[in-house]
C-alpha cells in the first residue's frame, strides 16, 4: 500500500498557501475597490466578475479534459501569480481600471484554482483516503487562512496597500510549486478513464449526483451574496474609506478562519461519520436559514455580521469538507467536465443573481432593503436544505456506478480486461447450480405419475441395497417418480458415487417434498453430508416455505451447511423475485458470521468439491485461490438484500491490488451496510485500528463445544456403519 504521508503534507501545505491567498485576496479585492468605487456599485462588479468567472469555467473545463488537472493546476497557479506582480506595477499608473482588474482577476481565476486544486486531490486520494486526509487538509488550508489574514493585516499596516499585492503572488508561486508535485502517478491513474472525454450533457445526464451539487452550489452562493452585501454596507457606514476598512476586513476574514480552524478540526470528522455526507452539507442551509430569521427578527448590524459569519465558517468547515468527498466517487471524465462549471459556474451565476436580486430590491424599495433580503435569504436555505438532505442516494448510485465501471476496466490477474457480463465474477450469481439438462430446459417439471404398486417395495430394496450398480438403475430417469422413495433418495445424497443422481431423482418432485427436505436440513441428527447437498434442493423448490427452512438452517453449527443455505438463498432471490425475504433475518445471520474471532473466521472451509459450472462463486478462476470463504458467504448473504452487481464489484475490489478500486469498495459498504456489521466487518477485514475481535468469549465457546458435539456425532454414526 502507498505510503500517502508524503502527498498529504504536500496536499496540506498546497491548500494552506490556496487559502492563505483566498483571505487576504478577499481584503485586498474589497479594500481595493470600496475606496475606489462606492458600496452601491458592488452588485455591477459582482455581475460582471459573474459572467466573467461562467466563461472561464468553461475554458477551464475544457483544458482539465484535454491535460488534466496535473499539468493546467500548476501552469494556472503560476499565471495568476504573474498577474499579480503585473498588477502591482499597474496599480500606481491607472488606479481604478486596475483595482477592477484586481477584483475580477481575485474572484474569476481563484475560485477557478480552488476548484481545480479539489479535483486534483479528488483524483489523486480514492474515496476512502479521502475521508481520512481532507479532514486534515481542509483543517491546514483555514489555518493558511488564518495566517493570510494575519499576514494582509500587518502587510497594509506596515508597508501599505500596494505592497499586499506581492503578497498575493509569492503564495500563488508556492501553489505552482507544491500542485506539481501533486500530479496522479501513472500507474494510479483510473484505467481508460483519463483519456476519455466527456461531454457536459453527458456528465450531468448519466450521474445525476452532478444535478445536485450544482443546484446546492448555486442556491448557497446566491445566499451568501445576499448576506454579503448587508455585511459590506453596514461595514461601509460603521467604518468609512481608506486602509482602516482594508484592515476590519483582514480581521473580520481572519476572525472567521480562525473560526472554521476550529470547527474544521474539533467537529467536522465527529459529525461527518456518525450523521453521513448528506446531512452534514445540509448543515450550512439550515443553520443560514435559522440565523437569517434570527436577523429579521434582531435588527442591529451586530447580527448581520453574525449570520454572514456563520455562513463563512461553515462553508468552509462542515459544508466543504462534505461537499468535496461527494465528487471523489465519480469518475475522472465526468468531473473534469463539469466540476469547475459546477463549483465556479454555478457559484458566480448564484452571486449575479443573489447581486441582481438585491439590485432589484434597492430599486423597489428603501436603500438598505434589509427584511426583503433576509427574507429571500431564509427562502433560499429551505430549498437548499431539502436538495442536501436527498443527495445521499445520488451519492451511492455513483458509488454503485463507479464500482461496477472500475470493475470492468480493471485487468483481472491473467492480464486481460474483463467486463462484467463477460467474467466468471459477473454471472456469480446468474448461473444455475449443477443438475440435469432434463431439469434445466424444464425447471418448473409436470406432476409426474406416482407408481402405488408393489414396485415401491422393490424400488425401496433396490435404494436400501448399498451396492451402486443396484441404486443408480432404481434413480434412473425412466423411473416413475414416488414421494414414499424420497425419504430413502434423501439418505442417499450423502453418498458420492449417487449423490448426484439422488439429487436429479428429487429434482422431479418439485415443491412437494420441500417439509422434508427442510426437516432433513434443520434435523442435527441427520447426517451432515446430507444437510450440506439439502440446501441446493431446497433452491429449486423455490418456495416461501423452503425460504424458512433455509433462513433457518443458517443458524447450523456447521459453517458448510450455513454456506450452501446462503448460496440457495440468494438463487431463489433470483429466481423467484415475488418471494419476499426480511432484512432483518440476513442483517442477523451476517452478524453471526462476522461475531467469531478471526481464527474460527479463517478456518471455515468447504468440504465439497466446486463444480466447474458452480454458479455461486463470485471469483474468477486466478482470483478465487486468493478470497476468503467466509467472507464470500458473507456478500452471498447481503447480495439477499443489497444490490447485486455492485455488491459483486464490491468483493472483487477488496482482493483486488487496485488501490482506487478498493476505496470505492470499502466507502459504497460503509454507505449501504447498517453501522454494527461495518463496525465488525472492518475489523474483519483490518480497516478498523481494533486488533482483536469483541466477540463475546461466552458465545465463541458456546461455538466451538458446538462444533465439536457434531464432529463427535458424526465420527461415531461412520463407525458404526462401517461396522
Known sequence: MEDLRRPTLLAMAATASMIAHQVAGKAARDGFFLNEFPATDLPKIVVLSALLSVGLAFLFSRLLQWMGPGRIVPAAFALSGVLHLVEWHAESLAPRPTVIFIYLHIVGLGAILLSGSWLLLSERFDPREAKRIFGRIAAAGTAGGVLGGLAAERVVAWYGTEILLFLLA??????????????????????????????????????????????????????????????????????GKGPALIRYFAIYYTGCQMMTFLVQTLLTRRVLEPV???????????????????????????????????????????????????????????????????????????????????????????????????????????????????????????????????????????????????????????????????????????????????????????????DVQRVLPALGAEQTWNPILAAQVIQLLAWDPVSQAARAYLERGGDRITGQLTDA??????????????????????????????????????????????????????????????????????????????TIW??????????????????????????????????????????????????????????????????????????????RLWIILEESPAQSQAADPVEEKALLETLLRTSARLELKLKQEST
Open 602 to 679: 479463517r478456518s471455515w472451509k468447504v468440504l465439497d468439491k466446486r463444480e466447474s459450472s458452480d454458479g455461486y462463486s463470485y471469483l474468477d478462476d486466478l482470483l478465487r485461490e486468493r478470497a476468503d470463504q467466509s467472507l464470500e458467504h458473507v456478500f452471498s448473504l447481503l447480495a439477499v438484500v443489497l444490490p447485486r452487481e455492485p455488491l459483486m464489484a464490491a468483493f472483487r475490489g477488496l482482493h483486488e491490488e487496485d488501490r482506487i478500486f478498493r476505496g470505492l469498495a470499502l466507502e459504497y459498504l460503509e454507505t449501504v451496510l447498517p453501522p454494527k456489521l461495518r463496525e
Open 521 to 598: 436440513l434443520l434435523d442435527p441428527d441427520v447426517e451432515f453430508g446430507i444437510r450440506r447437498r439439502v440446501p441446493r434442493l431446497l433452491a429449486r423448490c423455490g418456495t416461501a416455505r423452503g425460504v424458512e427452512g433455509l433462513i433457518q438452517g443458517l443458524h447450523d453449527p456447521r459453517f458448510e451447511v450455513r454456506f450452501q443455505c446462503g448460496r440457495a438463498l440468494d438463487y431463489i432471490r433470483q429466481h423467484q423475485p415475488q418471494i419476499e425475504f426480511r432484512p432483518a433475518d440476513i442483517y442477523q445471520a451476517v452478524e453471526r458470521e462476522l461475531s467469531v474471532s478471526k
Open 276 to 466: 453521513g455526507i448528506a446531512r452534514t452539507v445540509a448543515s450550512l442551509p439550515l443553520a443560514v436559514g435559522a440565523g437569517s430569521a434570527a436577523a429579521l427578527l434582531i435588527p442591529v448590524f451586530p447580527m448581520t455580521v453574525a449570520v454572514r459569519a456563520f455562513e463563512v465558517v461553515l462553508r468552509g468547515s462542515l459544508f466543504r469538507s462534505g461537499y468535496e468527498l461527494l465528487y471523489t466517487p465519480v469518475p475522472a471524465g465526468d468531473k473534469r467536465s463539469v466540476k469547475t462549471m459546477i463549483d465556479v459556474g454555478c457559484d458566480r451565476m448564484g452571486d449575479a443573481v443573489g447581486a441582481g436580486a438585491v439590485q432589484v430590491m434597492v430599486w423597489l424599495g428603501p436603500a438598505l432593503a434589509r427584511p426583503e433580503i433576509l427574507g429571500l435569504a431564509i427562502g433560499l436555505s429551505a430549498i437548499s436544505a431539502s436538495i442536501a438532505l436527498r443527495i445521499g442516494s445520488a451519492y451511492r448510485g455513483v458509488l454503485e456506478r463507479g464500482l461496477v465501471r472500475r470493475a470492468e476496466l480493471v485487468p483481472d490477474l491473467g492480464g486481460e480486461t474483463l467486463a462484467i457480463g463477460d467474467s466468471l465474477m459477473g454471472t456469480v450469481f446468474t448461473n444455475l447450480p449443477v443438475i440435469p439438462a432434463a431439469a434445466v430446459a424444464n425447471p418448473e417439471p409436470a406432476r409426474a405419475r406416482v407408481d402405488t404398486g408393489d414396485g415401491i417395495a422393490q424400488s425401496l430394496a433396490e435404494l436400501r441395497s448399498a
Open 170 to 239: 509569492a503564495l500563488h508561486l508556492t501553489c505552482a510549486t507544491l500542485t506539481t508535485s501533486l500530479r496522479v502517478p501513472a500507474a494510479q491513474t483510473r484505467p481508460q478513464e483519463d483519456e476519455e472525454e466527456v461531454s457536459p450533457v453527458d456528465a450531468f445526464r448519466r450521474t445525476p449526483l452532478l444535478w445536485q451539487l450544482a443546484a446546492l452550489v448555486f442556491l448557497g452562493t446566491c445566499t451568501a451574496a445576499l448576506l454579503d452585501y448587508l455585511f459590506k454596507l453596514g461595514a461601509t457606514i460603521s467604518i
